[in-house]
């Protein structure tokens, strides 16, 4: 026998059964010449990473005759019968949850097929060739939507254009492989009292149509649109096959729902132009009377995957200074003539001349005196200000009277126009939009990027304090991927963090926030679609319950972080001991005098010995010639030579011991109390300060007494200090 499946796989199982070509193929054959016929019936199993589905030995299946040397080839209605949910065993998933859904869950899966003899009910297929190759299945989220952005003012014209573009987010998947078509559905929003998200469920297509395209021009040929109307849109991905389609998206395919307004008595500014110099962008403008704010949108030219970074303005120009050399650039311009709604030109460009990086003024203080002492009040989380000779852009803004926190990235040019992350904390801005008081910090860690990418700007969490901070202005209505992110960086953090107890119940919170989320999506779409009051309100208590979920995983990773903090503070006075009991252990590493006399034998050996003269710095410059290892013989090695060995050991075992001793005594000086280990260890590198943590609170929460843990603390720091000695990180 073999069994077939055509790739790629929908998760949907009805799509292996069902439609006009085959996606699924068993071909049987009767080899036993002493039974030239045979009564079969078959068994169909799935076995997944996380799921397994078999036919149930008493289930309904039809009766396969087979003649000896005839092949007898199943697929589509054929197999119906072995798909059927009632006929099949569920594990790794309920069998509600299938019915409900129809779909596998992502994950490798191979089919396999069992031959059973209806007469004695024996197996006789050979295991060996009844399962199909391994396929990897799989749903792909929808597309992205691009432009107009959410809640956009667009200015009315005529004729009218309006460019729609999305994102598809299938093409790295296998899913690939089928052919993708967009439904493109357009509403008016006549229900302005509730949510555009709500009302578009309530009103039919003002224009629907379909394309495999990613971008769609909706002009004069199109249904006409009215100023001072809103609209609501959004995109369904199909996937075909000839006449078929397959259910390979999350959400059926439909994206976010988007809206814009049409505004004719807002119109963006006009007279828009670029002027490129010295490494910035001057857009400017002309007046428009009727808007009380400017804003600049920009962003690199032919990426669809650049984000639009923004420049508010009360003046007729703005001034970009982040802008990569030797890029090209596309704006727009636009403002504000009522509050809550930004009315946008048309999109131009403009290009960076390319230049060398220039790294001279590294490492120099520029000397910059600034005029405007004003402080700023208002700042907003995508504003951009001048730090010095270097712009700043904010990623998230708090503040505190005039003064803000938050983090945010620097362009640096002599890092090649890179983007690194920093943090800021209690800093003020003059209205000239310079830094006036306080510091950036950049978040410096070894393992992972300290640079922006040019494209996303993703705020950095370090640490599980910070997505607490993070979680908690986090709502339901926040995107997907965004929640299902700090999910997979809380999974990651407890990892790197928390004891397998505390990591168990942070992974649990974290999975509860991912799954309220769906639940949340699922419960507004069921809300959208609603048409009686029973309907509505029964989708709204599932919408409450949904955000209750979600609050309460919040709590949760609250709550497990707070034990975490108790746990670490717990532990604290054991690291203070330890490390405190290694600086008495290393109190005969302290060879200061002995180091004097091993630097004077050195300098002897290296200068007077050989008849030098030790000089200071000079200017005179020479070239040595090629330098190649040569390796002496036991009878070439002469006595000198080895007096000389003997000299450069003794000194490099001196040097060796001193370094230790003052870096044992700094770290004593540094943690001597148990606040700076809960404070500080956790962020130490250079000591792998949240391994050790987690270390000793794991050994704590298993019962270990305090002196082991001390021993314990003292062997992982000396095989720190070992690896730290070693290496370059240390300089003298």
Same mark, same amino acid.
């Given at each position: ?5 055509? #790739? %790629? ?26 039974? %030239? $016929? ?7 199993? /799935?076995? *997944? ?15 396969? #005759? ?32 299938? @019915? ?15 031959? /059973? ?36 003012? /667009?200015?009315?014209?005529? =004729? ?22 967009? &439904?493109?559905? @357009? ?31 909706? *002009? =004069?040929?199109? %249904? ?38 049409? #505004? ?91 230049? %060398? ?24 989380? +995508? ?12 990623? !998230? ?7 803000? !926190?938050?983090? *945010? ?13 920093? $943090?800021?904390?209690? /800093? #003020? ?6 830094? @006036?008081?306080?510091?950036? @910090? ?27 901070? +993070? ?28 004891? +397998? ?17 769906? &639940? ?12 009686? =009051? &029973? ?8 919408? +409450? ?10 709590? &949760? ?22 490390i405190k009991a290694l600086k008495d252990d290393s109190k005969d590493l302290d060879k200061s005098t002995d180091l004097q006399s091993q630097t004077t034998a050195m300098q002897q050996a290296i200068y007077d010995k050989q008849g030098l003269k030790q000089t200071g710095a000079g200017s005179d410059n020479f070239i040595i010639g090629t330098i190649e290892q040569v390796t002496l013989s036991e009878g070439e090695i002469t006595d000198e030579m080895k007096q000389f060995n003997e000299v450069t050991g003794k000194y490099s075992i001196a040097a060796g011991s001193v370094k230790a001793f003052k870096l044992v005594a700094a770290i004593q000086k540094f943690y001597q109390t148990p606040d700076a280990i809960s404070q500080y260890l956790a962020e130490d590198k250079a000591l792998n300060g949240t391994s050790m943590l987690k270390t000793i609170m794991t050994d704590k929460m298993n019962g270990k007494t305090d002196a082991e843990l001390i021993e314990t603390v003292k062997k992982t720091m000396i095989d720190q200090l070992t690896i730290i000695l070693n290496s370059d990180q240390l300089t003298k």
């Amino acid at each position: 026998m073999q069994v077939q499946t055509l #790739q %790629p796989v929908s998760p949907m199982l009805a799509n292996l059964y069902t439609g006009t070509s085959a996606r699924m193929i068993v071909t049987l054959l009767n080899t036993d010449l002493q039974q %030239p $016929t045979l009564s079969v019936r078959l068994r169909l199993s /799935i076995k *997944g990473t996380t799921v397994a589905l078999r036919n149930s030995d008493y289930g309904s299946y039809p009766v396969i #005759q087979l003649d000896a040397g005839v092949p007898v080839q199943l697929s589509l209605n054929d197999l119906t019968s072995y798909f059927n949910v009632n006929n099949l065993e569920v594990s790794g998933m309920t069998q509600s949850q299938l @019915m409900q859904s129809g779909k596998l869950p992502d994950g490798f899966y191979s089919f396999c097929i069992d031959v /059973i003899e209806t007469s004695s009910g024996r197996q006789i297929s050979n295991d060996k060739q009844s399962c199909s190759p391994s396929v990897w299945i799989s749903s792909s989220d929808p597309p992205l939507l691009n432009l107009p952005r959410k809640g956009e003012a /667009i200015a009315f014209s005529e =004729p009218l254009n309006i460019v729609f573009n999305w994102t598809p987010r299938h093409l790295g998947s296998p899913n690939a492989a089928f052919f993708t078509e967009y &439904e493109f559905t @357009m509403v008016e929003l006549w229900d302005t009292t509730i949510l555009p998200e709500a009302a578009y469920g309530t009103m039919p297509p003002l224009y629907q149509t379909t394309t495999t395209a990613t971008t769609l021009l909706y *002009g =004069p040929a199109e %249904p006409p649109l009215l100023p001072g109307k809103r609209y609501g849109w959004r995109i369904r991905a199909i996937a075909k096959q000839g006449l078929d389609v397959f259910d390979v998206f999350t959400n059926n395919g439909y994206s976010e729902i988007y809206y814009f307004s049409l #505004q004719q008595d807002c119109q963006p500014p006009q007279q828009v132009a670029a002027t490129v110099a010295n490494g910035e962008a001057t857009i400017t403008w002309a007046p428009q009377p009727k808007m009380f704010e400017y804003q600049v949108q920009y962003r690199e030219q032919d990426n669809n995957k650049a984000e639009w970074f923004n420049i508010r303005s009360t003046e007729t120009q703005a001034i970009i200074r982040d802008a990569v050399p030797g890029h090209k650039y596309e704006y727009r311009v636009g403002g504000s003539c009522s509050l809550g709604s930004v009315t946008l030109g048309e999109a131009q460009a403009f290009e960076m001349p390319a230049k %060398p990086i220039d790294s001279g003024s590294c490492g120099l203080l520029s000397n910059i005196k600034l005029a405007n002492d004003t402080v700023l009040k208002t700042l907003k989380a +995508d504003d951009q200000i001048m730090a010095g000779d270097f712009p700043v852009r904010f990623t !998230s803004l708090k503040s505190s009277g005039n003064s803000y !926190s938050g983090t *945010g990235y620097i362009t640096i040019p002599f890092l090649g126009y890179n983007r690194v992350k920093v $943090t800021f904390d209690n /800093i #003020q801005v003059n209205t000239s939009k310079q830094l @006036m008081s306080g510091m950036l @910090m950049t978040t410096f860690d070894p393992n992972a990027p300290q640079v922006v990418s040019v494209d996303t700007v993703a705020q950095a969490l370090s640490n599980l304090a910070s997505v607490i901070n +993070d979680l908690a202005h986090l709502s339901l209505d926040a995107d997907y991927l965004t929640i299902q992110a700090m999910a997979e960086q809380i999974k990651k953090l407890a990892e790197e963090e928390l004891p +397998d107890a505390l990591k168990t119940r942070m992974d649990q919170a974290a999975d509860k926030l991912v799954g309220a989320k769906q &639940e949340y999506d699922a419960a507004q779409k069921e809300l959208s679609e609603a048409k009686t =009051p &029973e309907e509505k309100a029964a989708a709204q208590e599932k919408v +409450d319950a949904a955000k209750q979920k979600f609050e309460e995983a919040k709590k &949760e990773v609250a709550a497990v972080n707070e034990e975490k903090d108790k746990l670490v503070k717990s532990v604290a006075n054991i690291f203070v001991s330890a490390i405190k009991a290694l600086k008495d252990d290393s109190k005969d590493l302290d060879k200061s005098t002995d180091l004097q006399s091993q630097t004077t034998a050195m300098q002897q050996a290296i200068y007077d010995k050989q008849g030098l003269k030790q000089t200071g710095a000079g200017s005179d410059n020479f070239i040595i010639g090629t330098i190649e290892q040569v390796t002496l013989s036991e009878g070439e090695i002469t006595d000198e030579m080895k007096q000389f060995n003997e000299v450069t050991g003794k000194y490099s075992i001196a040097a060796g011991s001193v370094k230790a001793f003052k870096l044992v005594a700094a770290i004593q000086k540094f943690y001597q109390t148990p606040d700076a280990i809960s404070q500080y260890l956790a962020e130490d590198k250079a000591l792998n300060g949240t391994s050790m943590l987690k270390t000793i609170m794991t050994d704590k929460m298993n019962g270990k007494t305090d002196a082991e843990l001390i021993e314990t603390v003292k062997k992982t720091m000396i095989d720190q200090l070992t690896i730290i000695l070693n290496s370059d990180q240390l300089t003298k």
